[in-house]
T-cell receptor, first 110, second 113 residues
Framework: QQQVKQSPQSLIVQKGGISIINCAYENTAFDYFPWYQQFPGKGPALLIAIRPDVSEKKEGRFTISFNKSAKQFSLHIMDSQPGDSATYFCAASATNKLIFGTGTLLAVQP | DVKVTQSSRYLVKRTGEKVFLECVQDMDHENMFWYRQDPGLGLRLIYFSYDVKMKEKGDIPEGYSVSREKKERFSLILESASTNQTSMYLC????????????FGPGTRLTVT
């Protein structure tokens, strides 16, 4: 199975709160799990990525948690800011291409 | 900075027209991709190319073709545009050896009437 399932479709968080976006996959051959961030009018941009042999990766306020046995991974945005308001896509890398989730529209309210 | 440019930000075409979407990258990347982005469906891969004159079908190639005559340029062609091809089209490139790091252009919003 080449799908990556992402939830929720949209998310509203108060400034300073924690935003959590979840993804699940089936194909155990995926070798990287990146997250992309897209602002309105722009193309997606790589935010952070993790390999399946690592359970957590943190870059600033952004953390990926990876559960290999459950085939799930999630993005946590700590101390969410209005500037984090964007669409977030999880993805999985396999055989030279990326399989993207359906996206989560995050709105951080001031 | 890697730059991926797309020929148009907005395009309006009529049903049945042949449509060309152009993408140029300036970082000598071997791999280039065309996606379409639709609400609730995420990014879906149409075609990709890993070298000049090489192409491979993605997940939704029907109704599309591509051309890559030069390393920096990757064109998406809609042979006979239909209304169900109204969408945002995104081009991306990446260097071989960085499997998850794609650089995207700003997108072309295509409307077929």
């Amino acid at each position: 199975q080449q799908q990556v399932k992402q939830s929720p479709q949209s998310l509203i968080v108060q400034k300073g709160g924690i935003s959590i976006i979840n993804c699940a996959y089936e194909n155990t051959a995926f070798d990287y799990f990146p997250w992309y961030q897209q602002f309105p009018g722009k193309g997606p941009a790589l935010l952070i990525a993790i390999r399946p042999d690592v359970s957590e990766k943190k870059e600033g306020r952004f953390t990926i948690s990876f559960n290999k046995s459950a085939k799930q991974f999630s993005l946590h945005i700590m101390d969410s800011q209005p500037g984090d308001s964007a669409t977030y896509f999880c993805a999985a890398s396999a055989t030279n291409k990326l399989i993207f989730g359906t996206g989560t529209l995050l709105a951080v309210q001031p | 900075d890697v730059k991926v440019t797309q020929s148009s930000r907005y395009l309006v075409k009529r049903t049945g027209e042949k449509v060309f979407l152009e993408c140029v990258q300036d970082m000598d990347h071997e791999n280039m991709f065309w996606y379409r982005q639709d609400p609730g469906l995420g990014l879906r891969l149409i075609y990709f190319s890993y070298d000049v004159k090489m192409k491979e079908k993605g997940d939704i190639p029907e109704g599309y073709s591509v051309s890559r005559e030069k390393k920096e340029r990757f064109s998406l062609i809609l042979e006979s545009a239909s209304t169900n091809q109204t969408s945002m089209y995104l081009c991306a490139s990446r260097v071989t050896g960085a499997p998850y790091e794609q650089y995207f252009g700003p997108g072309t919003r295509l409307t077929v009437t």
